[in-house]
């Protein structure tokens, strides 16, 4: 039975440190919660990993993961040995969170552990990627070169994920500032402009009675409209955040007009390449394409991968499995398919990685492109409507004058 080393909250407020042998988190949760404490966090003991913290896990910013590598990798090729490289990195950084790991990375590879299986213990800030990348620069006796493989790899990955940003960036502000002036003139404006001619008992056109009327339902019920739509996004989240919610959005994602479609040339760019980066340290395919799994952030996607391994490991080829499953584009499918029989494997998975990067990025352009204007235009189509409803009853009574 595991031991783990918990840090529990007791009722006077203290806290203490125990180790207990347990099946799971989940019953030493149990447990402590039966003798009316509260646990904290829990880590088996001689893994170096936290199994369960409430304080949840600190994040990484992945430029530092980045800058670390970089200048790891500048210290090897200068001939400095690990610990002595690792010295100079830890003595440079500030003391933070990501200096703390290395610093238990360093003791541990002083004490004769391998460079990969001193990184493994903390998988949650250095990716199975990496982990893989180092142990197969180990087997290769060459870690430098692993090293700038992954940096290569962590680089492209790294400009696809900031194209997508910036493309989403503009319509995303574009269509808040929408809703807000939207929401602003039927709160604040029509109510104020309309209400004069009501007073007056002017006979309202049928437009700017609607207007009027939406405008007032919002007003009446703004704190049941808040609470719906609050309790309608938190179900959501919720729903989401489980397996079976978030594997039913991923599916059915997938299958949206040009969203999916962008889907899936995103994760065939970041899958291809990280396979390519695997294959290049010298992991065979068996074993580079559960790693490679798990760099694919679609449900769907990961569990049609899961299937290909299964293939493969019947005896069939790697295109016709990724053919079978029918997720990947036809045409990454075909150059895998040629790569294989030719041997080069690993150079078609790079090339197919770079095609549908560029790929990508020309239909972010074409998606920047288009639908900034069309915001555009929506917006201006609702605002000229509220204020064209606005002002018919001024060019009512200018009519009747005349």
């Known amino acids: 039975m595991p031991e783990y080393k918990c840090k529990i909250a007791i009722k006077d407020g203290k806290f203490l440190e125990r180790v207990i042998l ?115 620069g180990e087997a290769s006796g060459d870690i430098p070169s692993a090293i700038e493989e992954y940096i290569e790899y962590f680089d492209r990955s790294l400009q696809i994920r900031r194209k997508i940003k910036a493309a989403s960036v503009y319509p995303a502000i574009l269509t808040v500032c929408s809703i807000l002036v939207v929401g602003f003139l039927l709160v604040f404006v029509v109510p104020t402009i309309t209400g004069t001619f009501v007073e007056a008992g002017a006979e309202l056109p049928m437009l700017t009675s609607l207007l009027l009327g939406f405008s007032e339902a919002i007003r009446s019920n703004f704190l049941l409209i808040i609470g719906i739509v609050s309790l309608v996004v938190f179900s959501v989240s919720y729903y989401l955040k489980t397996d079976k919610g978030r594997f039913l959005w991923d599916t059915y994602y997938l299958k949206l007009p040009f969203l999916g479609e962008l889907s899936v040339i995103y994760s065939t760019s970041l899958f291809t390449s990280s396979l390519s980066t695997i294959l290049g340290g010298g992991l065979p395919l068996n074993q580079a394409l559960p790693i490679s799994k798990g760099m694919i952030q679609n449900g769907f996607m990961r569990a049609g991968i899961k299937n290909v391994i299964q293939l493969i490991e019947h005896g069939q080829g790697f295109a016709k499995a990724l053919h079978e499953i029918d997720i990947f584009p ?73």
């Open 330 to 402: 036809d045409m990454a499918v075909r150059m895998i398919s040629a790569g294989e029989e030719g041997g080069s494997l690993e150079k078609v998975l790079k090339d197919v990685a770079v095609f549908y990067e560029k790929d990508l990025e020309s239909r972010l352009s074409i998606i920047t492109s288009t639908i900034e204007p069309l915001l555009m235009v929506l917006m201006g189509i609702v605002i000229g409507f509220i204020m064209l409803a606005m002002y018919m009853p001024i060019f009512q009574m200018a009519g009747a004058m005349s």
């Open 22 to 136: 347990a099946d799971s988190v989940k019953s030493i949760k149990r447990q402590i919660i039966e003798d009316g404490n509260f646990l904290v966090s829990a880590q088996k003991t001689g893994t170096g990993r936290t199994n369960f913290s409430f304080l949840g896990q600190q994040r990484i910013r992945p430029k530092d993961l980045y800058s670390f590598n970089q200048e790891f990798l500048t210290l090897l090729r200068a001939g400095l040995p690990v610990v002595i490289a690792f010295d100079a990195l830890i003595e440079k950084r500030p003391e933070s969170y990501f200096s703390g790991i290395l610093k238990k990375v360093r003791e541990d590879i002083s004490k004769g552990e391998s460079v990969s299986n001193a990184f493994e213990k903390y998988e949650y800030v250095f990716s199975s990627l990496y982990i893989a990348i180092l142990r197969s």
